[in-house]
């Protein structure tokens, strides 16, 4: 779970820079560090489930981290977003390196 929040933080400030910046290299960065944060966040949901099904004791517990867990996921899809959003503003471009999703991602 460490690293999923730890992706998650260097996501956020690599976005913001580049946004602040108008470095379209990191936030292309960015985009395709999204893949890297959702294949960590899956793999935190696994050991969750094991968790669960070993320990149901603490199923509530375990529950609470797979929230936390989802909402480093969707903060990783903001920054993708914010990503997209830098791109289309410094070069006029909706897409990333063949990308076909719109700025709403």
Do not use: Q
Request: charged residues 35%; proline residues 1%.
């Amino acid at each position: 779970m460490i690293e999923l929040f730890d992706l998650t933080i260097d996501i956020v400030k690599k976005v913001m820079r580049s946004y602040s910046d108008g470095n379209i290299e990191d936030a292309k960065a960015v985009y395709l560090e999204d893949d890297i944060l959702d294949n960590s966040y899956k793999s935190v949901v696994r050991w969750l489930k094991n968790e669960m099904s070993s320990n149901p004791d603490d199923i509530k517990e375990y529950l609470d981290y797979v929230f936390i867990s989802k909402y480093f996921e969707r903060i990783g899809d903001r920054a993708n977003a914010i990503a997209k959003w830098t791109v289309y503003k410094e070069t006029g471009s909706t897409l990333i390196d063949g990308d076909n999703d719109d700025l709403g991602d």
